[in-house]
Each structure stands twice: as C-alpha cells, then as structure tokens.
C-alpha cells in the first residue's frame, strides 16, 4: 500500500518523525504530519460512486506541478457534476487555494471516519483518499486546558513533544520515558497519551507541582514525579528512552549581542552537558535520548547552536543527526530556536 504524507512547516524534521516512528500511520501519534492519505488503485469517479447511499462531501486538494489556485475545485466540481447526473448528491468543500488547509479539511469532516465525506489528493496522475487528518483542535485544547502554565519558561508545543518522543524510535507499549527538565509536563502528558510511563523530573519544585497538577487535570495516572538537578540527581526507575526540552536560556525578545549570546551559550551548554554525563551512568546501551537545545537567531537570519556535539560523543553518545541540517524547530523570526539533536548511548 502506498502512503503520502502531508508534511508541517518543517518538513525535514517531520521526514525524520515517520522514519523514526516506522512510518506510523496513526496521525493522532504524529506532531509533525498534517493528512495521512493511501493511494486509489481506481479512477476517483469510480471510487464516489461505490461509496454508500446518502449525501457525499467531497474536497480535493491539487499538489500537482501545475496545480493553480483554482484547479482542485474545478476537478471536484466536474466530479460533482458527473455523479449528480447519476442520482447522488454531492456537496463540494471549495477551495481559495489549490489545497484545503488542515483547519477546513477538520471542520468539514474530512478526516476518513465518515465513508461519505472525502478528501482526495491529486500529485499529477495520482490520486489519493485522505485517511487521517490532524485535529489540531485537540492540541490547543490539550494547551490551553493545562491549569498551571508558566510563559516563562517557555511553552513547549503538543506537537513538538509527540515529535520529540516519536525521534527515539520504536519503543514497546509502556515504555517508560524520562523528561528531566519536565516543567509543566507537556512530554509527560504527550507520552501518556501515546501509551508509554511518563517519569518527570525537575529542579524546581513549583515546575514538579505544576505537571502534578496538569496530569491530574487529564486524569493520568501512569507517571512518576519527582524534584531533581538533572547533572546530579539519581532517577529511582528504569528508563527506557528520554525526550526532553533542555534548559533554553533567558527569554529573550530581541537578537541578543555577542557578548550577552556567549554567556548564554556557556550557561545552556554547561547544564545539558552535565545533564548528559549524569544520565550516561544510569542508562543501558542503546537507550535513546533526544534533547532540544537552544539556538539563538542571529542579525543575518541564520540561528547560532551549541557547539557542544564533540563534547557529547566523548562521553560515550552516538549522534544521529551529527550536521542537523533542517533539524531547527521554530518559527519564522523566533529569536530562541530549539535545536534537535538525537543520540543513543553507546
């Protein structure tokens, strides 16, 4: 079976995400893919007109070479037309641009649960049925749901942690996976949801008691919390994998100075460094690790990282993405970015 993917604003790193996750095909486990669609072996027309009696709501998006703004609607208005003509009717979901964003595509019920409301994809000769959309509804709620927040320590993404999780790889059912920057427990919540053991730890006792809070907020109940430096402190369970938000530095709203971005390098690098060196001691070979890091925007557009990889693979860490090229998550003019890097230790 043949699968496309619709990939998110950085598709390089949603590329890794379905390597590293064997290609799930559950999109509810995926934070960086948009649709899941599987490729028609019969023409489009001949697939509308098997589905089952009742109304049909029908949307195309156009990734073709050519695709104009107005192709996609002008294929599903020609499908309408013909399946009209044969007694069904049809309710075409229009398009302003050659492919329906994820929003329209969720509210129009074009995830592939209902057999009668269909999005096919067209990449020049080939046609796709859409089976699985983002519910990016169910993310912000997951967000903004959270009762105890703290914007400043940052606000790490749903999606951003499924993604983080995912990039450790195939993991087994109730996996038991280490967040030890847990903050408010976004990774805990997300590895929760994706049925692994969440195991939280952080200096700050507030930042423990805020994921307590937040996890209890959901009813989870498959986790373990506890007040830890991570450069020193002793986990008490088996870890199976970590995924995890490192220290970012200070919030910062403008580009920092030279000078102000060496301290802050120093800072960020010194605590993931010790981080890394105190997990190696307590972790069996092969077990994946994956970190974001900081990076900080510079006046040219480009992001400075931490040049601390050397460093890493001295302490017995095998590097995945040793030239994380592509591997910035971030928005357009953010000025921390978080920088992926995956390891395994050795």
């Known amino acids: 079976?043949?699968?496309?993917?619709?990939?998110?604003?950085?598709?390089?790193?949603?590329?890794?995400?379905?390597?590293?996750?064997?290609?799930?095909?559950?999109?509810?486990?995926?934070?960086?893919?948009?649709?899941?669609?599987?490729?028609?072996?019969?023409?489009?027309?001949?697939?509308?007109?098997?589905?089952?009696?009742?109304?049909?709501?029908?949307?195309?998006?156009?990734?073709?070479?050519?695709?104009?703004?107005?192709?996609?609607?002008?294929?599903?208005?020609?499908?309408?037309?013909?399946?009209?003509?044969?007694?069904?009717?049809?309710?075409?979901?229009?398009?302003?641009?050659?492919?329906?964003?994820?929003?329209?595509?969720?509210?129009?019920?074009?995830?592939?649960?209902?057999?009668?409301?269909?999005?096919?994809?067209?990449?020049?000769?080939?046609?796709?049925?859409?089976?699985?959309?983002?519910?990016?509804?169910?993310?912000?709620?997951?967000?903004?749901?959270?009762?105890?927040?703290?914007?400043?320590?940052?606000?790490l993404p749903p999606k951003l942690a499924q993604i983080l999780i995912n990039l450790c790889g195939p993991l087994e059912p109730g996996a038991t996976i280490l967040d030890p920057f847990c903050g408010t427990g976004v990774v805990l919540q997300e590895a929760f949801l994706m049925g692994y053991r969440a195991y939280g730890t952080d200096i700050n006792e507030r930042m423990v008691e805020y994921s307590e809070k937040n996890l209890k907020h959901f009813n989870f109940d498959n986790y373990k919390l506890e007040i830890g430096d991570a450069t020193s402190h002793k986990w008490s369970e088996k870890i199976d994998a970590v995924a995890c938000e490192g220290y970012l530095g200070r919030p910062m709203s403008n580009i920092p100075p030279e000078i102000k971005l060496k301290t802050?390098?120093?800072?960020?690098?010194?605590?993931?460094?010790?981080?890394?060196?105190?997990?190696?001691?307590?972790i069996k070979p092969e077990t994946p690790v994956v970190v974001a890091a900081p990076a900080w925007l510079r006046e040219d557009g480009s992001y400075s990282r931490l040049e601390i990889l050397d460093e890493i693979a001295a302490m017995g860490y095998n590097i995945h993405n040793k030239t994380r090229e592509g591997l910035l998550y971030h928005r357009e003019g953010q000025i921390v970015a978080r920088d992926i890097i995956i390891l395994r230790k050795n």
């Open 1 to 155: 079976m043949k699968y496309l993917a619709v990939l998110g604003r950085q598709p390089e790193i949603s590329i890794l995400e379905l390597e590293m996750s064997d290609f799930c095909t559950d999109i509810n486990r995926l934070g960086g893919t948009q649709k899941l669609a599987v490729k028609l072996e019969e023409k489009p027309l001949d697939f509308l007109r098997k589905l089952p009696e009742g109304k049909i709501t029908l949307g195309i998006s156009d990734y073709s070479e050519k695709a104009s703004k107005k192709s996609a609607t002008i294929e599903a208005l020609k499908l309408k037309k013909i399946l009209v003509r044969h007694g069904r009717s049809v309710r075409v979901v229009e398009n302003k641009d050659a492919v329906l964003s994820t929003a329209t595509s969720l509210h129009n019920g074009l995830s592939g649960k209902n057999e009668r409301k269909v999005e096919l994809i067209k990449v020049d000769d080939d046609w796709y049925k859409v089976i699985g959309v983002q519910d990016i509804d169910a993310y912000a709620k997951r967000d903004q749901a959270r009762p105890a927040r703290d914007a400043k320590v940052g606000m």
């Open 264 to 282: 802050e390098k120093q800072e960020c690098g010194s605590i993931i460094l010790g981080f890394l060196h105190n997990l190696g001691a307590q």
